[in-house]
Every structure is written in C-alpha cells, then in structure tokens.
C-alpha cells in the first residue's frame, strides 16, 4: 500500500474485539508499514475484560512480541452498554475455542492514561485508529485536550453518514453503543478522518477467496483465522451480503494508506440516539466516501495471510 520508503505509521489502535477487529490488528501487526506501540481495549462488541483477553489471545496467535495493552472503559459514559454478541459470539471471536494460551498480561496503566501519554509523547507522528466505541478516545480528550488534538490522524470506524445504519436505520454500533462519547470527540477539533458504513460496505471479502487465501499461507493460525470468521461470513450472508463486510480492517487499510480512500471534509453531529447527522457549518472531519476496493483488499489478504 504504502512505498518501501515511506515512512512507517506510528499507531495506537483503541479497540473492543470482535471478529473484524481481530482481522484488522493481525493486519496492523503484520504491516511492515505500521509501527503499533499500544493497544487499549474498550467496551462494545463485548465486555472489556473479554475484549482485553481476546488482544492477547491474538498476539499470541501471531506469535509475534506481545504488544502494550491497557484495558479501558467498562461502559459507555452515560449509558448501560449493549454489545454485538449476536454477530461476534459470546466470546467475540466466533465461540469457536481452539485459541493458544494467553501468557501475558494487561499493563497496569489505564487505557485513557495510555492513550494520553502517547499523545504526549509522540504528537503529530502518532496516528490514533479507533475501531470500537468512541468511550476512551472521548475520556482521553477530558483528560487532556490540547495533547489529543496534537496527534497527526485520529481514524475512527463508526457512523453512517448517507446510508442506513446496522442497528437502527440510521444508527452505526459504534456511536450506537456511545453517542456522548462520539459527540465529544466530533466536537473537539481533532484531525479526524471518519470511516463509516457509507466506506466499509464497499470493502466486502469474498469467503472462497479467504479461505483459499488462508490455505496457501503459511502465516500462523491461518487455519484458526478461518474458523473464527465462519460466524460473521454466515451472518452477512444471512443479511443479504456477499461475503464479510470488512468495517475495522478497512479504518486500518485507511490508516497505512489514505489514497485507498476519496475523503469529504463535512461537519457531522451526532443525536442522543446515535445518529450521525451532516450538517452545513465548518468541517470537524473528513468522511471517507468511496474506496478503491480491490486495492484494499488484495493488499490486506497480503499482510493478513502471506
């Protein structure tokens, strides 16, 4: 995606995994381009403790160093949390078993303190790629506005700007779970890049391509990979779509490479029953509009499964 001399991406990825969000941080972690220093985990596909243990159990599976992982929020910041269970399974990886044991543990700092610190640190060379919900990126931006705002890119999956939504007709789980938390980040002056549904259903992976890409690999648990996937290619399918919408992986394709995107600087809100609202003012963000598919595609079946 990116040329050999690029530079590479330092990222934080914020995430609650969640079958694709585990399909998007082996496709971080094994991006030559990425430099992921800390993963902090946050309420929303499931609870925080299983999202947590599941980041491990992924870096296990990659059988790559462990990276820095910080639990976060256990609940959205006004409201009781929903989660997506009926899609990702009580696990949030499919409820397929099968995983290596976790070996390591969270760090003892906070995921907001995490979050804050990096910012601190490493200012507008840090890309902060949030794929759950918006709960500990908005906590981040209590806490310390001025470095939050510092940062480079801050790529967020969630919304449906023009399309209908995936758990109201106008409403994205993500702000669904936490549109307090969405509303404070949209309204904070961030150099946001909003990836919502109106990208990420045009981001559709093929399962006969996906498993006969994963039969080729020789990347570790590719066979693993196939059976936690099962649940959300039959899903999709069930719901009318041709393979397995990728939203999370597609917020880190757009992350590594912007190019895969056409962007379009618009004001967006967010009402109190998740809806992400355009709207005439001074842009708070760029929303991705259309996506140059099967670049993404090729590139992240690539990395995820050499």
Not at 26 to 31: K, N, T
Request: with cysteine.
């Amino acid at each position: 995606m990116r040329r050999s001399s690029a530079p590479r991406v330092r990222a934080v990825i914020d995430t609650d995994p969640g079958i694709d969000d585990a399909l998007a941080l082996l496709y971080a972690w094994r991006s030559p381009d990425m430099d992921v220093r800390a993963v902090t985990t946050v309420a929303g596909n499931v609870p925080v403790d299983v999202a947590t243990a599941n980041v491990l159990r992924l870096a296990a599976l990659a059988r790559a160093g462990v990276p820095r992982v910080a639990a976060g929020a256990a609940k959205p910041l006004a409201r009781a949390l929903t989660t997506a269970t009926h899609y990702h399974g009580e696990d949030g990886l499919g409820d397929v078993g099968g995983w290596p044991a976790i070996h390591a543990e969270p760090v003892g700092a906070d995921a907001v303190d995490v979050l804050v610190a990096a910012a601190r640190e490493h200012g507008p060379s840090l890309t902060l790629v949030a794929l759950g919900p918006l709960t500990n990126v908005a906590m981040a931006v209590q806490r310390d506005a001025g470095a939050v705002r510092g940062v480079g890119r801050v790529v967020v999956m969630g919304g449906a700007v023009d399309v209908p939504g995936n758990v109201t007709p106008t409403a994205e789980f993500n702000v669904h779970v936490d549109p307090e938390a969405a509303a404070i980040v949209l309204d904070a002056g961030l150099p946001l890049d909003l990836v919502p549904l109106d990208a990420t259903r045009q981001a559709v992976l093929d399962r006969a391509r996906f498993e006969t890409a994963a039969a080729r690999s020789r990347a570790p648990g590719a066979s693993q990979l196939v059976r936690c996937t099962a649940r959300g290619f039959r899903v999709d399918h069930a719901r009318g779509t041709h393979g397995m919408v990728l939203h999370d992986p597609l917020a880190v394709g757009a992350a590594l490479d912007p190019t895969l995107i056409e962007w379009e600087p618009v004001k967006v809100t967010v009402s109190s029953a998740g809806e992400t609202r355009r709207v005439r003012g001074r842009p708070n963000c760029r929303v991705a509009r259309r996506v140059d598919a099967d670049r993404f595609i090729m590139t992240f079946l690539e990395r995820l499964l050499p």
